[in-house]
């Protein structure tokens, strides 16, 4: 990592941890990137080298696991003219390239987390903050409780506040896959359907709202620890 | 109803409604109860629909009530009001978060202290008092209700505002907005305590050493984080495989620092001084040829590695009273140090420290992982939480996506099996079949065990088996390629934890038969207890050369087989019991630090030949799983092992730290002191029980299963929802069959006022 500070200033940095999940390591990703461009051409190269296994970059060239990793995956998707530390902050990243990231490339649900998270008026990029937000929910820290509202957001496909028949069978095709040989039959996609409002919906209103979610959440002790994205 | 309710129904009016006459839901038209308006549905209902409404709820079969209509097919007067109701809007929109949050803050001060009668609103029902709706019938816009959160965070702690804060599921930049807005009291509080000389001063010095000590923390957080070198492998793992091949990895890791941690202890207090101070050799030491590597017998016998090696006198001692014919040879200023006594203690330390750590960690890890009601409701629950966000790769998510499919494809099955009655004749068959299949794998089993007696038997007896150290090395290969074979044999219990428990349990208590039962007897003119170690040491050796064939050659093979001969490109699924068990069974043969083959073995083996299990493995039940595992059978059977053979076994007369004692402890064995004095070590077995016994179901009190109660009964709730929804349809509908009417009686002036006296009958 080398001798370089922290160009985020302490105050901002502070900010971050106190309003986050995150710890300070994980926000200050990209430090001696923005300082040492140099090292972003052979990080560009070593990204392309190991596009198809994903390997992330910073243990190439970091010494310390943690530090600094959400800025510096947020720099690496900024043109170069963009990466000062001021700029990176208010730039806005398009959603090909968050949904290019090798943590969300493989999930189904990568649409849906962007614009989930999206604060843009037009909700198709994503800026530095969105970002931050979106590693931490799903940190490791994060209450159950507020990954639990997320995850009921990214399920509603129609966001409009319930999961209705219509959500419930996206959500199903996303699990399954969306090929035709891959999903359910019409009769076993009702039938499930069925059985899930059967179970979840209480006040037998026909979908299933955040409180009722939350409620089938707490009964499986699995759901924090499988809604996590490890940066 | 008792009292009357004022309720305000906040919905923006369309523009085909205005200018028409007032609807019920107007303001100035809503009555002061509800009472009244459903009294006017109610008759017209009476009038028109309720036959048909009687129809269908005979149809359905239940006395619920059910929507007269779909969803879709309402009408948008109905829909919009549907769309603004709470239990919609707080999944959406953030003022409804806001004011759910402004509620939850009052919550939170409200039970530091306790609350007035007069503030609870007692005529409100439950779900209102939830989103706190006021009595005042002045609707509140969202910069009310911001404000008005901002006034309860400025009246929290610090510490308990910005934890308010970063639970809350908004942007980024609306948290920094409202902690900006709560913090600025303080500001002007400190402002005014400026002239207060020393009281600021300390507030001020206090604030900063916080400040320090809070970054000192996050320094330490960093630094320990920066000494984890394994996480990028684990989150490859992770990536891969997905969580329950990564709660194996997390076990492991777990096991070799507690390892470490007992290693530790030993080398200090036990190997430590005793290679400060060796005893003298009885005879000349042996040559060291290959095979004590495998053996353990030959050069090693007589090194700090077995126990007979260690001093049974007094360390150090001052020269004045000799005793045990140890040589006198005093360090200048050393201390005694009494070898029996240091052993026996800081064994039993070691086991003690165990059994609490593992105790409570199967506590705690019980308390985490299982929740009242985690049964009921598979559909839901793994549509809603089985997804793996964990897993990167594209191919490992193509397997998840199938795994997911599977899964719910056999919950679907079963689920149509418990909906068709079955004959009693069916049912039993069917368990008559799985009686017989746990028979023959129990079988099995037993046979295994049996095979192992019969064979030590075997050995004890043939003469010319004793003499030769190679054939030391039968016994723990028999036992190996049993464990490694058995599996195979019975293929319905592959993967099945229990019966791999049960094969090895077998297997281990033929083992403690035969070394405490028979060879004690047999072995008269040797240290039996080096002879045990030393067969442990052998055992472990084998096991791990045999794991080291089998991953390296017998998975390849496999997956050579599978992709040549059966055409099929699928790797063998990584095999998360049995892995575990061979874990455990290290580990309990060695009841002291392993080797890291062990830990490294498993990982390469993963990574080059194997993918993820098919049957879906609960992370978090596998931890307590394993946890269990390793304290009930594994340590409880070491336990057990040697308590029985400190107390009740005639210790060896050669070489050994209790010899020539009747047993090694007790008041023949080491509780005696010189010079008669007994001392107070009979508490140290009882300290054991206790801990072991009493710290199970203490902990298990304090950390009951966590359940959810909901904090009121929604069932009626949900029939109040449903009515007044057929309410509200029922009224739109008759305001456009009145629209309509109206429509056609202005077109047909002239009309009859015989079709106007029909229309009024409706």
Redesign the interface.
Known sequence: MGGSGSRLSKELLAEYQDLTFLTKQEILFSVHVVLAPHLVDNEQQARSGNEHTGKPIAENTDSSPLSTRAHRRFCELLPQEQRSVEQSLLAQVPFEQILSLPELKANPFKERICRVFSTSPTRDSLSFEDFLDLLSVFSDTATPDIKSHYAFRIFDFDDDGTLNREDLSRLVNCLTGEGEDTRLSASEMKQLIDNILEESDIDRDGTINLSEFQHVISRSPDFASSFKIVL | MAQPLAFILDVPETPGDQGQEPSPYDESEVHDSFHQLIQEQSQWAAQEGLELQQREQEATGSG?QT?RR??GTQSTATLRIL?SMP???????RGAIISQYYSRTVQLRRRSSRPLLGDFVLSARPSLRLYDLELDPTAREEEEKQSLLVKELQSLAVAQR?HM?????L???E??SL?EKSRTPRGKWRGQQGSGGVCSCCGRLRYACVLALHSLG?AL??GL??L??W??AL?RI??QFG?SVLSYFLFLKTLLAFNALLQLLLVACIVGPQVAFPPALPGPAPICTGLELLTGAGCFTHTVMFYGHYSNATLNQPCGSPLDGSQCTPRAGGLPYNMPLAYLYTVGAGFFITCITLVYSMAHSFG???????T??????T????????????R???LQ??N??TR??EL?AE?QLRQSPRSVCGRLRQAAALGLAWLLCLGTALGCAVAIHVFSEFLIQSPEAAGQEAALLVLPLVVGLLNLGAPYLCVAAHGNIIWNLILKLAILGTLCYHWLGRRVAVLQDQCWEDFVGQELYRFLVMDFVLMLLDTLFGELVWRIISEKKLKRRRKPEFDIARNVLELIYGQTLTCAPFPLGFLLSPQTSLLANCQAPRRPW????MSTIFLTLLCFPAFLGAAIFLCYAVWQVKPSKHLCPFRNLTAMYGPQGVGRIPGGRRPQVSWLPWVHLRGGGGGGPCCCEQRSART?L?SQS??D???D??FL?NKLHSIYERKEREERSRVGTTEETAAPPTLLTDERDD
């Open positions: 619920q929507l779909p969803e769309a239990s919609r809007t707080i999944g959406r929109s910005d804060l970063r639970g809350m599921p942007s980024l930049a948290k920094r902690r996050l957080l960093s984080q920066a984890t070198p996480r990028y989150k992770g990536g969580s985490e992982s299982y929740r009242v009601g985690s009921s409701g598979v559909h839901a629950i549509v809603f939480c089985s997804w793996d966000y964990k897993v990167t790769q594209k490992a998510s193509r996506q199938d997911i499919r719910l494809k679907l689920w609960l992370a978090s039940h959810w909901p929604p069932f709730e949900g029939e929802k449903i929804i």
